[in-house]
């Protein structure tokens, strides 16, 4: 478990800390002069009136924001500091928020799940700005972290069970936690759970969190997928790279350290969090491509890719979110790697069929430095995964397989205003990361699209 404090302060000179990181802009306003150098890099400056300070050059973007803070984060932690401030003046809110999960990436640290790894405190530090909602963002990025840690856990040490055994640990009082075990899973019918588990020693499960901060008024469902290791199954994926699907759970983990993030902030709105946990393996009970699968809502679905398992548990987590009566769910997940060739892991992939929730998720993943573009969801895409065996196929093949993948989860919210966001791409940044590669990405957008879900239902 990695931990480090974070706390705001609306004074750099009231603070002592260690190492400043600072936008050149920032520099200017504060030391009424220019600095002596800048570059098109962050900087370690030498000077006599200021603790070890990082000059950090202006971003065109967010994203960018995000990338110079954590290289600046990187060259600070080499300095092995106790206390880092970060000075937010003059960064719009996408940029602070960018910032500061740029700093939260390089000095998050991994170990192992059962030892402590401790960082340096940050202070972010906003001479004018709302320091409430600086406030919140730190536990936002502390929240980071926690979903840093599950995806970084090496799969042998999160079977399912294991994993929503985690994912409840230490949260706060607020939340009602159910973990729906295989056998309830049966008598649910939740056929693309099971199918999808059944090749794994290790049952599948489904871990349920619940948040009321707001009684009587409407739930936002919030869905994750959380294979805790895809080795594609039986349609097996290629040796290269193949640890890396550890990190198929980061939709449930982004879900997760959301929810705890509201409910530690108390805040005003109710959320619902599903997380369909499954391990994707060959083996003697394993699903085969041709087989058919019922869903839990009767659905049935031909499996043409067994590697194609992140929208059958979906499915199922989402007919289980609109029985429970959330008026809007938004899914999230590692789910297609068309997803990586559409986007280029520069933004995550957006599809909805509700004009209004799409615009507040376009807004909420703008304005926390996570964007997302939209893609097509025509009714024409669904021809592709459209079968004789079955209601639907679950992979159309290569043309267009973010939005096939899509639209195939999407039908399972029947009428509740749905959005869907793939992360794939976007959760690791592979081994050679920093701070073993996960990103905690997704945390910030699920915060911000419930706390405006909740503003819209007041
Ligand atoms: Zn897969």
């Known amino acids: 478990m990695f931990r480090n404090t974070w706390s705001v302060h609306p004074r750099l000179d009231e603070i002592k800390p260690d190492v400043i990181l600072m936008p050149v802009l920032a520099y200017s306003k504060l030391m009424g002069r220019k600095p002596s150098h800048v570059s098109a890099k962050p900087l370690l400056l030498i000077d006599k009136d200021l ?68 960082g340096p405190a940050v202070t972010v530090v906003s001479s004018d700005g709302d320091l409430t909602k600086l406030k919140n963002l730190t536990v936002v990025a502390q929240h980071q972290s926690l979903a840093r840690d599950l995806v970084n856990l090496p799969s042998n040490l999160k079977a399912p069970q294991d994993l929503a055994d985690y994912m409840q640990q230490d949260s706060a009082d607020r939340i009602q936690w159910h973990t729906i075990d295989q056998r309830e899973l049966q008598e649910l019918g939740a056929g693309g759970i099971l199918g999808v588990g059944q090749g794994s020693h290790r049952a599948p499960c489904m871990l349920v969190g619940r948040y009321e901060g707001q009684p009587g008024k409407p739930f936002i469902g919030l869905v994750g997928k959380g294979i805790t290791f895809d080795s594609g199954g039986i349609s097996l994926k290629p040796g290269e790279g193949m640890g890396r699907m550890k990190g198929d759970m980061g939709g449930a983990a982004a879900v997760n350290g959301a929810i705890r993030a509201i409910a530690e902030m108390g805040w005003p709105v109710n959320v619902l969090a599903v997380t369909p946990l499954a391990e994707n393996l060959p083996g003697g009970g394993a699903y085969r491509p041709g087989d058919v699968l019922t ?143 996960a990103t905690g990405f997704g945390v910030a957008s699920l915060v911000e699209i419930c706390r405006r879900f909740s503003e819209r239902s007041q």
Not at 364 to 391: F, G, N, Q, V
């Open 51 to 118: 603790p070890a300070t990082i000059l950090v050059p202006s971003s065109p973007t967010a994203r960018k924001t995000l990338k110079m803070f954590k290289v600046a984060g990187q060259l600070a932690q080499d300095l092995s500091p106790q206390s880092i401030a970060v000075i937010v003046d003059s960064l719009s809110a996408s940029e602070t928020a960018g910032a500061l999960w740029g700093v939260g990436q390089a000095i998050y640290r991994y170990r192992d799940l059962g030892s402590e790894t401790t």
């Open 295 to 437: 869903m839990m809502d009767k659905t049935t679905v031909e499996v043409i890719s067994t590697d194609a398992e992140g929208r059958l548990v979906l499915g199922d987590g989402i007919t289980w979110a609109v029985t429970q009566g959330v008026s809007a769910v938004v899914d999230i997940a590692t789910l297609t790697g068309a997803n990586v060739v559409a986007l280029g892991g520069i933004r995550s992939g957006l599809l909805s069929t509700d004009a209004s929730l799409k615009r507040m998720v376009m807004d909420a993943t703008d304005s926390m430095a996570e964007p997302a573009w939209e893609l097509p969801h025509d009714e024409d895409y669904l021809e592709l995964i459209k079968t004789p065996m079955a209601d639907l196929k679950n992979s159309g093949g290569r043309p267009a397989g973010t939005v096939t993948a899509g639209l195939f989860v999407g039908h399972f919210a029947k009428t509740t205003p749905w959005a869907h966001l793939d992360i794939a791409g976007m959760a690791f940044e592979g081994e050679n990361g920093v701070g073993a590669g």
